[in-house]
C-alpha cells in the first residue's frame, strides 16, 4: 500500500553471498531481465568440521551493573543488522532482571516502537507492560539546530560578523549532528538516575575525539575562528561532565561497547574498522552479535545448508578477528521480532 503507485521488482534470497561478477551477472539476469533462479541441489559450501558451539554465559554479566554501578551498553554496526532489535532485547532483559532501565535511539523514525510495540516519545517515558523499562528517541536533526542555535547565541553576545560565518560554517560539518545527538546521551548518563542506559548506535571514534578536546567544542570553534576565548565557569562544569561520562565509557566495569554484524564478509569489516577507530581513544569492543544465524536443525535443505555452511565460516573469521571479545549467537527465527513478550523469550534464550 505504500508504494502502490509504483513497479515492484522482486530478488530471491540466493543460497549464498552476492559477491563476485559472476554472482552479480546472475542477479543482473534476474532482476533486470526476469530470468528464474536456479534451484539448488547440492551442497558446496563445505561445513566447517568441529565448529566450536559458544554459550552466552559471559554476556549476561556484559549488560548488567556491578557493585551498585551503572552500567551503559552501546550497539554499533552497519544498517539492517539487527542493532535496534538487540538493543531493544537488551534493554527488556535488563529491566526484568530488576534494573531501572533507558532505552535511546537516535533513529528519528523511532524504529525501538515498532519492536518493542509500544509508542516512544521524545522525554524518557515508562513503557507499559515492561516495569523498570523506559524509553526515548534522540533526533539527531533536532539536537543539531539546538546545539548550533545554543553555541551561535552565546557566540553572538561576544562577537562580530565574520566569526559568527566562521563558527556557523564549522558548526555545520558533518561530525556535528553526531556529536550533538550524543550530547543528549551525556545529559541522561550524567545524571545517574538509570542503572542501565542501552543506546542503539554508538558514537564513533571520530566524535569520542572531539568530545575529549582540552575545553568545550564551542571554545575550540573560537579559537579556529582566530579569536582566544576564556573558559567560563559554566563551561568548565560542563567540560567536567562530559570528561566523567567519557571516563565512564572507558571503564569496562561500567561501559560495553558491542558491534551487531551478521555472518557475511561487509558487515565484519565495517565492525572491525570501526572497532579500531575505537580503540585509538581508548575503548575496547567487550561483545559482539553475530545475528540472524540459520538453527542447525533448520539447514535441512541444499539450500539452507549452503547459507548455513557459509555463515559458519564467517563465525570463525568473527571470533579471529574479535578474539578478545564474547561472541554471542543469535539465531534467526521464523516470525518478525516484536513486543514485549516475544523480546523476553529471546532475552532470556541468548543471555
Request: glycine fraction near 4%; hydrophobic fraction near 35%; charge should be negative.
Given at each position: 500500500?505504500?508504494?502502490?503507485?509504483?513497479?515492484?521488482?522482486?530478488?530471491?534470497?540466493?543460497?549464498?553471498?552476492l559477491?563476485?561478477?559472476?554472482?552479480?551477472?546472475i542477479?543482473?539476469?534476474?532482476?533486470?531481465?526476469?530470468?528464474?533462479?536456479?534451484?539448488?541441489?547440492k551442497?558446496?559450501?563445505?561445513?566447517?568440521?568441529?565448529?566450536?558451539?559458544?554459550?552466552?554465559?559471559?554476556?549476561?554479566?556484559?549488560?548488567?551493573?556491578?557493585?551498585?554501578?551503572?552500567?551503559?551498553?552501546?550497539?554499533?554496526?552497519?544498517?539492517?543488522?539487527?542493532?535496534?532489535?538487540?538493543?531493544?532485547?537488551?534493554?527488556?532483559?535488563?529491566a526484568?532482571?530488576?534494573?531501572?532501565?533507558?532505552?535511546?535511539?537516535t533513529?528519528?523514525?523511532?524504529?525501538?516502537?515498532?519492536?518493542?510495540?509500544?509508542?516512544?516519545?521524545?522525554?524518557?517515558?515508562?513503557?507499559?507492560?515492561?516495569?523498570?523499562?523506559?524509553?526515548?528517541?534522540?533526533?539527531?536533526?533536532?539536537?543539531?539546530?539546538?546545539?548550533?542555535?545554543?553555541?551561535?547565541?552565546?557566540?553572538?553576545?561576544?562577537?562580530?560578523?565574520?566569526?559568527?560565518?566562521?563558527?556557523?560554517?564549522?558548526?555545520?560539518?558533518?561530525?556535528?549532528?553526531?556529536?550533538?545527538?550524543?550530547?543528549?546521551?551525556?545529559?541522561y548518563?550524567?545524571?545517574?538516575?538509570?542503572?542501565?542506559?542501552?543506546?542503539?548506535?554508538a558514537?564513533?571514534?571520530?566524535?569520542?575525539?572531539?568530545?575529549?578536546?582540552?575545553?568545550?567544542?564551542?571554545?575550540?570553534?573560537?579559537?579556529?575562528?582566530?579569536?582566544t576565548a576564556?573558559?567560563?565557569?559554566?563551561?568548565?562544569?560542563?567540560?567536567?561532565?562530559?570528561?566523567?561520562?567519557?571516563?565512564?565509557?572507558?571503564?569496562?566495569?561500567?561501559?560495553t561497547?558491542?558491534?551487531?554484524?551478521?555472518?557475511?564478509?561487509?558487515?565484519?569489516?565495517?565492525?572491525?574498522?570501526?572497532?579500531?577507530?575505537?580503540?585509538?581513544?581508548?575503548?575496547?569492543?567487550?561483545?559482539?552479535?553475530?545475528?540472524?544465524?540459520?538453527?542447525?536443525?533448520?539447514?535441512?535443505?541444499?539450500?539452507?545448508?549452503?547459507?548455513?555452511?557459509?555463515?559458519?565460516?564467517?563465525?570463525?573469521?568473527?571470533?579471529?578477528?574479535?578474539?578478545?571479545?564474547?561472541?554471542?549467537?543469535?539465531?534467526?527465527?521464523?516470525?518478525?521480532?516484536?513486543?514485549?513478550?516475544?523480546?523476553?523469550?529471546?532475552?532470556?534464550?541468548?543471555?
Amino acid at each position: 500500500n505504500i508504494f502502490k503507485k509504483l513497479p515492484i521488482d522482486t530478488m530471491e534470497l540466493f543460497d549464498s553471498e552476492l559477491k563476485g561478477v559472476d554472482r552479480f551477472r546472475i542477479s543482473a539476469s534476474i532482476l533486470f531481465e526476469g530470468k528464474k533462479a536456479q534451484k539448488t541441489s547440492k551442497v558446496e559450501y563445505k561445513n566447517i568440521d568441529e565448529i566450536s558451539i559458544q554459550k552466552n554465559e559471559d554476556a549476561k554479566e556484559l549488560i548488567l551493573p556491578r557493585k551498585n554501578s551503572i552500567r551503559n551498553v552501546f550497539f554499533s554496526g552497519k544498517g539492517g543488522v539487527g542493532k535496534t532489535v538487540m538493543a531493544c532485547i537488551t534493554a527488556v532483559k535488563s529491566a526484568n532482571e530488576g534494573f531501572k532501565t533507558l532505552l535511546l535511539t537516535t533513529d528519528p523514525a523511532a524504529h525501538i516502537g515498532k519492536v518493542l510495540d509500544k509508542p516512544i516519545e521524545d522525554n524518557p517515558a515508562p513503557i507499559d507492560g515492561c516495569p523498570n523499562l523506559y524509553a526515548a528517541k534522540i533526533d539527531p536533526k533536532v539536537a543539531f539546530e539546538e546545539y548550533k542555535e545554543m553555541v551561535l547565541k552565546d557566540a553572538k553576545s561576544k562577537f562580530s560578523g565574520p566569526t559568527i560565518a566562521t563558527m556557523e560554517e564549522e558548526l555545520n560539518s558533518p561530525c556535528t549532528e553526531e556529536m550533538a545527538a550524543f550530547q543528549k546521551f551525556i545529559s541522561y548518563a550524567s545524571e545517574e538516575e538509570y542503572d542501565v542506559i542501552v543506546f542503539d548506535t554508538a558514537p564513533t571514534g571520530h566524535t569520542l575525539r572531539l568530545l575529549e578536546l582540552p575545553m568545550d567544542w564551542s571554545k575550540q570553534i573560537q579559537m579556529k575562528a582566530g579569536v582566544t576565548a576564556q573558559i567560563s565557569e559554566e563551561d568548565k562544569k560542563q567540560k567536567e561532565k562530559f570528561d566523567r561520562v567519557i571516563a565512564t565509557m572507558k571503564d569496562k566495569e561500567k561501559t560495553t561497547f558491542s558491534f551487531v554484524m551478521y555472518p557475511e564478509k561487509t558487515p565484519i569489516i565495517e565492525a572491525y574498522r570501526a572497532s579500531e577507530e575505537l580503540r585509538t581513544v581508548g575503548i575496547e569492543t567487550q561483545m559482539v552479535i553475530a545475528n540472524l544465524i540459520i538453527p542447525e536443525e533448520q539447514a535441512t535443505t541444499p539450500f539452507f545448508r549452503n547459507r548455513r555452511n557459509m555463515q559458519e565460516k564467517y563465525l570463525e573469521e568473527i571470533k579471529s578477528d574479535f578474539e578478545s571479545s564474547e561472541v554471542v549467537r543469535v539465531p534467526m527465527y521464523d516470525k518478525e521480532i516484536k513486543g514485549i513478550d516475544m523480546l523476553t523469550k529471546i532475552g532470556n534464550s541468548i543471555f
